[in-house]
């Protein structure tokens, strides 16, 4: 079972695996927790935890943009 520690009233749960190398975990009694969040796991659910300091945003410089078909058929017919 995790171990689950107090911290001015809110329970603070372990790190996942892909916490590890974050600036923002700090170690108590041989287990880490996130400093910046209670509940790691919930951050990570979702691609990236927007905490982390470890992980690198990647930007698409591709120059691609989604249009919308029918936006672009009216373009088109307008000669633009």
């Known amino acids: 079972m ?21 600036d923002r975990t700090m170690e108590q009694d041989g287990v880490k927790y996130c400093k910046s969040y209670p509940l790691p796991e919930r951050k990570w659910a979702q691609k990236v935890c927007n905490f982390a300091t470890h992980m690198k945003l990647e930007v698409d410089k ?18 633009r």
């Open 62 to 79: 591709g120059g691609k943009v989604n249009i919308n078909p029918l936006k672009a058929s009216k373009r088109a017919a307008r000669g």
């Open 2 to 22: 995790s171990q689950v520690i107090t911290v001015n009233g809110v329970e603070c749960h372990p790190i996942v695996e892909k916490c590890e190398g974050c």
